[in-house]
């Protein structure tokens, strides 16, 4: 039986191949002397306005990519994700994180049920009980009105939610309704962590939310025993009930750990752990700090993209964009990394969660029918807010190695400053840097100018840019909770194209299952080691000789008490 064939095999791929000799003999500096094109590589949809003439592209470029996506049927793999088919062939399973900010009215289906309803009946229950909790009626074991929330979850359950919450924390209409609150968010198993979330922090007046699909997560669930422990040693046994919820849909595990199982919001297996912000996983935590108003217009900015991802012509639609033009930058270009560059503090966030949204995603090395890739698939993610990354690696952008760049800027600032006297306000400054930096990248800096700037002979290579670096510009109107959704759909589906176009499965992640399965050895050997002093056994040299002289050390926290952080 002959392999399934591979996007790589097609003409349109090697014409794509064959196209790239010809991008190599142009530069940036002089495709950007064509309005024409630069005008036509633009789209834009709602306020959210794309630019990527910066692009080592051509619009013959763009259409040789347009008759790829065709013959990887791009159109019919987005068709059956919205339709609920089970596109992720690997956990027999459909890919649906666009029902969970779907209208109340819309139809879409998996396995011939539409899930609409039951995904509105959850957030309609985390309506009524955020307004129970905000409104000071859900008190604690003490009697207290709880104000501090700290959501316990890791990976997908974490990022996606943090990256949302600091993103609305200065936005004027959500900074006035958290007024008085705190969200905090604890992921990692580090003790360190735990103490952080909890510092000043009273038991009395804080809910936890405990985020697990299965209520076993490694992780999550000893955080969560540790936060239990907190609170029970400071308000007694009874005070769980009051004090601690739950998204699973594991409710006996849920009930066994001693939460109400009335305050347990599900989610559901069709919703992949880095896509679940929009689910109970994000809108409950969301919904405690900024109210349920706030948090549906972020779900109604990502239900906006999701329509222009799924109704708009290839040629303005922006998600379908990115993601040729980034198959164009990693499996022709050869350019394995994306930077991120936000150029708003509001968007600190924005690129650790698309670190793991991307690279969870697409960071496979065989096709859907587990055929192994003769091409690279994925990208490396990295970034980190303007100004602060152009002092930091900015260095290696300009001069060392060409990465494709996203800049991501906004009209009208959260926090508006401006000082009497100055020549810009804070923003403008900010903002001169977005507009100069693509530029500074695609055009570069010829030893013939610095030679006219009389530049000293031993400098010129030195002070010389090649330039001809691609970027492409985001400019959003304003970053509401709106917009923040916008933008979160954008990446999700920008990385669903991707994959679609490679053939891969960007819906699983079974690369993640082997480290942990190795630790659970471990975990076994630690127990063994501290409680019985059985000696290290079964493993290779080196990390034999590792967890020797480990457990070689004394434990700072002995096996036979209960030890809270002191912080």
């Known amino acids: 039986m002959a392999s399934p064939a591979l996007i790589s095999d097609t003409d349109q791929w090697k014409t794509l191949q064959a196209h790239v000799g010809a991008i190599h003999k142009t530069h940036l500096r002089d495709l950007m002397t064509d309005a024409d094109r630069c005008k036509a590589m633009t789209a834009e949809f709602e306020g959210v306005f794309l630019d990527y003439s910066r692009q080592q592209a051509t619009t013959e470029t763009v259409d040789k990519l347009f008759k790829l996506a065709e013959t990887a049927k791009l159109k019919e793999k987005i068709d059956k994700m919205f339709k609920g088919e089970k596109i992720n062939t690997t956990e027999n399973r459909s890919v649906l994180h666009v029902a969970l900010r779907a209208p109340r009215d819309a139809v879409i289906n998996s396995d011939g049920v539409n899930v609409v309803p039951e995904v509105w009946a959850v957030k309609d229950k985390i309506k009524q009980f955020s307004e129970t909790f905000r409104s000071g009626s859900w008190v604690g074991a003490t009697g207290k009105p709880l104000t501090n929330v700290v959501s316990v979850g890791i990976g997908g359950s974490f990022l996606g939610p943090l990256f949302v919450h600091t993103a609305l924390q200065t936005d004027p209409e959500a900074a006035e309704c958290a007024k008085g609150r705190q969200l905090r968010f604890l992921a990692n198993v580090d003790p360190v962590d735990v103490a952080r979330s909890i510092k000043d922090l009273d038991p009395a007046t804080t809910l936890v939310v405990v985020v697990s699909k299965t209520f076993t997560t490694a992780e999550t669930m000893l955080n969560a025993r540790t936060i239990k422990e907190w609170i029970v040693s400071a308000l007694g046994p009874q005070a769980v009930s009051k004090h601690m919820i739950a998204v699973s849909t594991n409710l006996k595990l849920v009930k066994e750990f001693g939460i109400d199982p009335n305050n347990a919001f599900a989610f559901w297996d069709w919703v992949g752990g880095r896509y679940s912000v929009c689910s109970a996983v994000g809108v409950l935590p969301l919904s405690l700090q900024y109210g349920f108003p706030i948090v549906q217009k972020f779900l109604e900015g990502a239900s906006s993209i999701d329509n222009h991802f799924h109704t708009s012509s290839f040629e303005k639609n922006i998600p379908v964009l990115l993601g040729l033009l980034s198959v164009w930058n990693v499996s022709f270009l050869g350019y394995p990394a994306r930077a991120i560059l936000p150029y708003s503090q509001a968007l600190e966030k924005l690129a650790p969660h698309i670190q793991q949204l991307s690279m969870e995603s697409n960071g496979k090395g065989v096709s859907i029918d587990g055929v192994r890739l003769p091409y690279e698939a994925g990208e490396i993610d990295f970034g980190e807010p303007g100004t602060n990354g152009q002092h930091s690696f900015y260095q290696l952008i300009h001069q060392g190695r060409v990465i494709p760049c996203d800049f991501i800027g906004v009209i009208k600032s959260q926090q508006p400053v401006y000082l009497k006297g100055e020549t810009v306000s804070n923003h403008d400054e900010l903002m001169s840097n977005f507009f100069a930096q693509p530029d500074a990248l695609a055009y570069g800096k010829t030893p013939e100018q610095l030679q006219s700037e009389k530049v000293p002979e031993n400098l010129i290579s030195h002070k010389t840019f090649q330039g001809n670096r691609p970027s492409l510009s985001f400019l959003l109107s304003s970053l ?88």
Do not use: C
């Not at 509401?480 to 979160?488: M, N, P």
């Not at 040299?541 to 096996?559: D, E, G, I, M, N």
């Open 480 to 567: 509401s909770a709106y917009e923040i959704g916008q933008l979160l759909s954008i990446y999700e589906h920008r990385i669903a194209v991707q994959g679609f176009i490679w053939g891969i499965n960007s819906f699983d992640q079974w690369g993640v299952e082997l480290g942990k399965s190795l630790a659970s050895t471990v975990r076994k050997q630690l127990h063994a080691s501290r409680m019985e002093g059985k000696p290290v056994e079964g493993f290779n040299p080196s990390s034999a000789s590792l967890l020797t002289r480990f457990l070689a050390v004394k434990p700072s926290t002995p096996y036979d008490t209960t030890v809270l952080p002191k912080v």
